[in-house]
């Protein structure tokens, strides 16, 4: 393989992974001059991954680390991750003395991992002391070089930005906090009778022939904090949802898993009165997992993985108080997985074919 084409499989690899290209005429310009340069950030760490064809990549680690309080500053970065990955047409005693020369784990802010890579012969050199596998980079160099079998999995890509916005996570927000207010004014939302007044739900008077009750009992909160955890988790979860898939979708999930988890967590739970989004909103989470799973990517840095954690501990957390509706929270979690798996199918084929139209467009 010549490096050229290693090259450019890395740089695709790399930005379908959430990194960005450093230019010439950039903040990083001076290292781009001796290296192939590729950045992103997450939370107060920001990767930078090198790219070069010999000892140039240690030429551009250096001057990154001499720029190290500059980048700190400038960008508020606690921690700095480098890959410098250097390729040559076999190993050689220069690439055997850059791998030996890693630094332990994390000892320091600014860390650099130095990878080998003789093309052709499908294996990546690294220093024992450091990690085998990091944000997945061991696996896009292989899949760059040719031997990774596909696109590496321990780091999927990020979904592509849509354009939507997310104005009905909004006007929900909206909506719950003028309930909650109105709530609080006309009785309070831990008196009984004012939260029935509102529309929480109570499973006699829906057979009576209540219905509504069913769907406005998820615009119905108990307490401010009942009310800013629901919030946060239907800005975190459904935002990312609507943007990706549109409002109908959304709303589709949302209400479909609000009402089927109400119903079903008001015929076995031992409270009278039952309110709160939780059904829905565990059902937004489910519709993310579906749509991890089935396209192997993150949505904006929410990954199949941590989708399940949310939903294994909010299920643990609501185990702890029986006044928690744990059976809203895993009802509505399957309804909105079962609603996310079709739509995630047909997402992921449609992405499919843009990739493929991508990949004609650029040859």
Same mark, same amino acid.
């Given at each position: 393989?010549?490096?050229?084409? $290693?090259? +450019?499989?890395?740089? #695709? ?6 990194? *960005? @290209? /450093?230019?010439?005429? %950039? ?10 340069? $590729?950045? +992103?950030?997450?939370? #107060? ?6 790219? *070069? @064809? /010999?000892?140039?990549? %240690? ?305």
């Amino acid at each position: 393989m010549e490096y050229s084409e $290693f090259e +450019r499989g890395m740089a #695709a690899l790399l930005e379908r992974e959430g990194f *960005s @290209p /450093g230019g010439e005429d %950039g903040f990083f310009a001076e290292e781009c001059r001796a290296a192939k340069l $590729f950045y +992103r950030w997450d939370g #107060a760490v920001f990767h930078v991954t090198l790219v *070069s @064809p /010999g000892a140039d990549g %240690g030429e551009a680690v250096a001057t990154l680390r001499q720029r190290c309080d500059a980048l700190a500053e400038r960008m508020n970065f606690r921690h700095f991750i480098v890959y410098n990955i250097v390729a040559a047409p076999a190993i050689t005693p220069e690439l055997t003395e850059l791998v030996d020369s890693g630094e332990e784990y994390f000892e320091q802010p600014f860390y650099v991992i130095n990878y080998a890579v003789p093309l052709g012969e499908g294996r990546v050199g690294i220093n024992k002391r450091q990690p085998y596998e990091l944000s997945g980079m061991k696996r896009i160099i292989r899949a760059a070089s040719g031997h990774g079998g596909g696109e590496p999995t321990s780091a999927p890509a990020v979904l592509p930005a849509s354009g939507r916005d997310m104005y009905s996570v909004y006007a929900i927000m909206l909506i719950d906090l003028v309930m909650l207010v109105l709530i609080e004014i006309n009785g309070g939302s831990r008196d009984v009778e004012t939260l029935l007044r509102f529309g929480a739900m109570d499973i006699t008077r829906f057979v009576n022939g209540e219905y509504w009750r069913i769907a406005t009992a998820a615009f119905v909160h108990i307490g401010f904090a009942h009310w800013l955890y629901n919030m946060l988790s239907l800005f975190i979860f459904g935002g990312r949802y609507e943007r990706l898939l549109g409002t109908g979708r959304f709303l589709m999930v949302f209400l479909l898993s609000a009402v089927v988890g109400n119903f079903l967590n008001s015929l076995f739970s031992v409270s009278s009165v039952l309110a709160g989004a939780s059904g829905g909103i565990f059902g937004l989470i489910g519709a993310c997992l579906a749509v991890t799973w089935i396209t192997k990517r993150r949505i904006s840095g929410l990954s199949s993985y941590m989708l399940a954690v949310f939903a294994v501990v909010g299920l643990i957390i609501g185990l702890a108080d029986p006044e928690i509706g744990n059976i809203a929270h895993f009802t509505g979690f399957v309804t909105g997985l079962l609603l996310g798996l079709p739509v995630a199918y047909d997402y992921n084929k449609r992405l499919g074919k843009d990739d493929r139209r991508q990949v004609a467009d650029d040859a």
